[in-house]
Each structure stands twice: as C-alpha cells, then as structure tokens.
C-alpha cells in the first residue's frame, strides 16, 4: 500500500464518553496535569489508568485514521476522529480536540479531502501530547 501524504506514525481509546468528564469550561482552563486529575475524580490511581491508556490508545488511533485515509474508509475515520477528539479533552487545550472534531465533522460529511487538511496538524499535536503524558508513568 501507498503512503499516504498525511502518514505519520503516531497512535485508539475506546471510551468515547470521556469528553463528558472534562468537557466544561472551568476543566479547560486547568493546566493539563490538574485537568487529567479532575477527570480522574481527584484519584491518583485512576489518574495513572487514564495516563497509561492515554500513551497506549492515542498513537493506535492516529494509525487508524491513517489507515482509513488510505483505504478512504470515511466511516472509520470517523470514529477514530471521535474517539481521539474525547481523549484529547483529557489533557489537551480546546483548539486541539477541535482540530479532531474538524476532521469527524468532514468524515461523517464523506468527504475525506477535508478531513486530512487537518491531520498533518491533529497528528502532530497527538504525538505531542503523548510525549507529555508519558512523562507521568514512573521510570522503574
């Protein structure tokens, strides 16, 4: 198969509900650490589940939507859109999870030329913010 021109390598979380967790005003204005912790309901125990499926479902959907780019897949692109667009709420300023619901919206739309005007950007930023949260999981 072809590269695609938006192929990054990058990062899926299934829980799509998660924006109704930090999806409010107050969260948004928190700095990304104390974010993750009030989605986490102030738990450290909770907050490192969320860091550690954060790190690990964040680069497979990035892939998926990759991948159903390539395969002009719009329903699949979708969702992973969707889904990275709520994990993006945990931690990531309101312009980042945007960029995901840019790229939903298209999909959703069928039209796969507008969602990857976004991605370059969305991928980038993804990337950079499991970097960031990676630096919550203990070196052992």
């Known amino acids: 198969a072809q590269s695609s021109p938006v192929a990054e390598t990058l990062p899926r979380f299934d829980d799509a509900s998660v924006s109704d967790k930090v999806d409010n005003e107050e969260a948004s204005k928190l700095p990304w650490q104390e974010k993750l912790l009030a989605a986490s309901g102030g738990d450290q125990s909770t907050m490192q589940a969320l860091v550690e499926a954060f790190v690990m479902e964040v680069p497979q959907l990035c892939d998926a939507m990759q991948t159903a780019v390539q395969s002009s897949d719009a329903k699949s692109l979708r969702r992973a ?60």
């Open 81 to 140: 859109a969707h889904t990275l667009k709520s994990c993006l709420k945990y931690v990531a300023p309101a312009e980042d999870s945007e960029l995901a619901r840019e790229v939903e919206v298209a999909a959703h739309a069928g039209d796969i030329m507008a969602a990857t005007r976004a991605m370059p950007e969305l991928l980038k930023r993804a990337g950079l913010w499991v970097e960031t949260v990676k630096s919550l999981i203990p070196n052992d």
